[in-house]
């Protein structure tokens, strides 16, 4: 594939529902991040995967978020119970090395609406 | 927390002039990132200098590296409308699972 893809790229839903994002990495990239971007500011990190290592999930805001990746293809980021805060663009990227060691590519993300 | 904090937080500048900003972090680093961000979308590598390295140079981008203070600066010389973005440094978390970003320079260049 060309970069990272993700979907969808608009998502509005209704506070107290569930979402799922999806993202497809770069194909060979082993690691994969998911980061949350509220508007205005930086980016913050949610979960690294890196191969078949246990993921990093020390920047999951709630234990209503939740993702999975298999394998060193597709993952999906889960967010149950949706609030208002939740609203943001949510960035997938992955890179051929772990952490910062390498560029990452970031797809276009996704950008969530909680009404 | 951020480990990376840019500065200034924004900065507008006519075409062709050089456009300066500056990042500061927290704790060792093993390299440091720029990134390039177009209207809140996805994210695109400029450049990374590795913590050894002081300077490095990308086309019209100048990055430089000081570790003694813990800052580096990414230059844009004969800016262009089209290098209107927000710019963002990074570097590694503690565990090494990810990039810390700061919350960006948002540049405006006017023609």
């Known amino acids: 594939g060309a970069g990272v893809s993700q979907s969808p790229s608009n998502k509005v839903t209704e506070k107290g529902k569930d979402v799922e994002l999806r993202c497809d990495p770069i194909?060979?990239?082993?690691?994969l991040y998911w980061y949350r971007q509220r508007l205005g500011q930086g980016l913050e990190f949610l979960i690294y995967?890196?191969?078949?290592?246990?993921?990093?999930k020390s920047g999951l805001p709630s234990d209503r978020f939740s993702a999975e990746r298999t394998g060193e293809s597709v993952s999906t980021l889960t967010i149950q119970r949706t609030q208002q805060e939740d609203s943001a663009v949510y960035l997938c990227a992955s890179s051929v090395l772990a952490g910062g060691l390498s560029e990452q590519f970031f797809g276009p993300g996704t950008r969530l609406t909680v009404l | 927390s951020q480990q990376g904090e840019e500065d200034p937080q924004a900065l507008s500048i006519q075409e062709g002039e050089n456009a300066t900003m500056n990042c500061s972090y927290k704790?060792?680093?093993?390299?440091l990132q720029w990134y390039r961000q177009n209207s809140g979308r996805g994210l695109v590598h400029l450049i990374l200098i590795r913590s050894n390295e002081r300077e490095k140079h990308s086309g019209r981008l100048r990055v430089t590296l000081d570790t003694s203070k813990k800052s580096s600066s990414l230059l844009i010389t004969a800016s262009r409308a089209a290098d209107t973005a927000s710019y963002f440094c990074?570097?590694?978390?503690?565990?090494?699972?990810?990039?810390?970003f700061g919350k960006g320079t948002t540049l405006s260049v006017s023609s």
């Open positions: 990074a570097s590694e978390n503690q565990a090494g699972t990810a990039l810390i």
């Open positions: 194909s060979g990239h082993t690691a």
């Open positions: 704790t060792s680093i093993n390299n």
């Open positions: 995967f890196q191969g078949n290592s246990a993921p990093d």
